[in-house]
């Protein structure tokens, strides 16, 4: 048996299906699309009460940017879900808002959160307070007590 290239059998597959072979036919009918509602699982069960387990605490912060992390018992809902931060320079001016995706693992009791706040400026105090969203944009209900950092100086930054 001869040994054909993949490019001669591209061309050959290619030419067969402009004449509309049943053999290119039959191939692209067996192909199924990657999803299909069927296969969309609906909502979990929302949990009772949502509540924050651990944190909210800063896991990293540079002279223009700061990550808060905090865990919570898993809120159930849709699996799409946003960690949410409110945050500001004035404890009760929290105008600012930073949200980061994460999607649920329905097989676990716990959902981590961590929010990236980008455009910080340095040697600045921020105040913040976290929640957590569903995709439709209903919260959780797991709002903490504002809580707070400073970013480094310029000159912190540079050692």
């Not at 050959?12 to 699982?41: N, T």
Request: charged letters at 20%.
């Amino acid at each position: 048996m001869k040994c054909l290239s993949i490019t001669r059998v591209l061309l050959i597959l290619g030419a067969a299906g402009a004449v509309g072979s049943p053999l290119i036919s039959k191939l692209a009918a067996a192909q199924k699309p990657p999803y299909v509602a069927k296969d969309i699982p609906p909502p979990a069960t929302k949990a009772a009460r949502v509540q924050i387990t651990e944190g909210p605490a800063l896991e990293l912060s540079r002279k223009n940017e700061a990550i808060i992390r905090w865990t919570s018992n898993n809120p159930g809902g849709t699996d799409e879900h946003f960690g949410v931060v409110n945050y500001g320079t004035d404890p009760k001016v929290l105008e600012q808002t930073a949200r980061s995706h994460i999607r649920l693992n329905r097989n676990h009791s716990y959902t981590v959160f961590r929010v990236r706040m980008g455009g910080l400026k340095p040697a600045t105090t921020y105040y913040y307070t976290v929640d957590s969203i569903e995709a439709n944009g209903k919260s959780d209900g797991v709002k903490s007590p504002i809580g707070h950092f400073t970013t480094p100086s310029d000159r912190a930054s540079l050692k």
